[in-house]
């Protein structure tokens, strides 16, 4: 089965900083994975995917993500975090399962960005 | 250019009544999916449903709780006699097609059973 690991439960940054927030992956197969964000109270908001091509991939609101096939790695991060970016970051992977379109996601990592 | 629908975005149900969650999909998308949140926890994979089709169920606990897309209208997921433990956010997302990858997800149901 695909799986997605957070490694960290939260993280937080100093407002200006660079933002790493870290997500492992383990698939048989060609990996389709994702990065969500999540506000109090709020429904799930799609940030970016990579299927294929370029291991960097640009996202919503300055966001990107490296995929490192070697390291099993997809990390997101943004050059310099606002307070804004504060809330809870899904990493997910398609899970092939019947009909082949269902996501799993990892445990989720606290973004907390102060002044 | 609406999004995903979810009614009612709050539900309180005592326990062994019936809660129905609806969730009407974007705008040009035929396929749902069914997410539950509990607290403290990811988010778990219910139900993929098309319409009038479930494609996957792998996820659905075995008894009380079934998943409907009509026709016409909205998905329904139903939870009957429901327990305290079906206290969770139920997210709806839906997608235009199983090629199309990422899912956009509704505001949720936080569903609560006193």
């Known amino acids: 089965a695909q799986s997605v690991a957070q490694p960290e439960d939260q993280v937080n940054v100093a407002e200006g900083n660079p933002l790493t927030v870290k997500c492992t992956y383990s698939?048989?197969?060609?990996?389709?994975l994702f990065w969500y964000v999540q506000y109090p109270n709020r429904g799930l908001q799609f940030l970016l995917k990579y299927i294929t091509g370029d291991n960097l991939v640009k996202g919503s609101y300055g966001f990107e993500a490296e995929f490192n096939k070697s390291q099993t790695s997809f990390h997101l991060k943004k050059p310099s975090a606002l307070v804004s970016d504060s809330a809870l970051y899904f990493c997910?992977?398609?899970?092939?399962?019947?009909?082949?379109?269902?996501?799993?996601f990892g445990t989720g990592t606290q973004l907390k960005v102060e002044l | 250019n609406a999004g995903v629908m979810q009614n009612p975005r709050h539900l309180v149900r005592r326990r062994g009544q019936e809660a129905r969650l609806r969730c009407s999909p974007m705008?040009?998308?035929?396929?749902v999916y069914w997410y539950r949140q509990l607290p403290e926890e990811g988010l778990k994979f219910m139900v993929y449903l098309q319409k009038e089709n479930i494609i996957d169920e792998s996820g659905m606990p075995k008894e009380r709780f079934s998943a409907e897309f009509p026709k016409e209208g909205p998905s329904i997921l139903r939870i009957q006699q429901v327990v305290r433990g079906d206290s969770a956010a139920y997210f709806c997302a839906s997608s235009a097609s199983s090629a199309i990858y990422e899912q956009y997800f509704g505001p949720g149901t936080r569903l609560t059973v006193t």
């Open positions: 698939v048989s197969g060609n990996p389709y």
């Open positions: 705008k040009g998308h035929s396929h």
């Open positions: 997910a992977v398609r899970d092939i399962g019947l009909g082949g379109n269902k996501l799993t």
